[in-house]
């Protein structure tokens, strides 16, 4: 499957934006679904958003409504998540995945089993 690589983690303050950029080598790119998830230390892997294979349509957790944004650029073989108004809460490692599935119709309601390839993770540190 696709290999994925993020990058753009770092360490931010309270309220601070931050991108992260999801780059895929993967040859039939623009047919997945493509998604972030998060793993806090101690916690289990949660969803974050995922992003549709046209880029049509879109999900999100409940906890990052309205404060992130996901994107994806086909052409670039890239995914992006926009991270804004960041708390403490957001600190995590910020995965980039790729569905298993060719042309999914829905991207509601996604679970990490959903998804077949991931990338190593990027850091992202929020600090009060």
């Known amino acids: 499957q696709a290999q994925l690589a993020e990058s753009g983690g770092g360490l931010v303050q309270a309220g601070g934006s931050l991108r992260l950029s999801c780059a895929a080598s993967?040859?039939?790119?623009?047919?997945?679904?493509m998604g972030w998830f998060r793993q806090a230390p101690g916690k289990e892997r949660e969803f974050v958003a995922a992003?549709?294979?046209?880029?049509?349509?879109?999900d999100y957790a409940d906890s990052v409504k309205g404060r992130f944004s996901i994107s994806r650029d086909n052409a670039k073989k890239t995914v992006y998540l926009q991270m804004n108004i960041l708390k403490p809460e957001d600190t995590a490692v910020y995965y980039c995945?790729?569905?298993?599935?060719?042309?999914?119709?829905?991207?509601?309601?996604?679970?990490?089993?959903?998804?077949?390839?991931w990338g190593q993770g990027t850091q992202v540190t929020v600090s009060s």
């Open positions: 995945a790729s569905d298993r599935a060719e042309f999914r119709e829905r991207v509601e309601k996604l679970g990490e089993r959903d998804f077949g390839s």
């Open positions: 993967g040859r039939f790119f623009d047919r997945f679904t």
């Open positions: 992003i549709s294979w046209s880029g049509g349509s879109t």
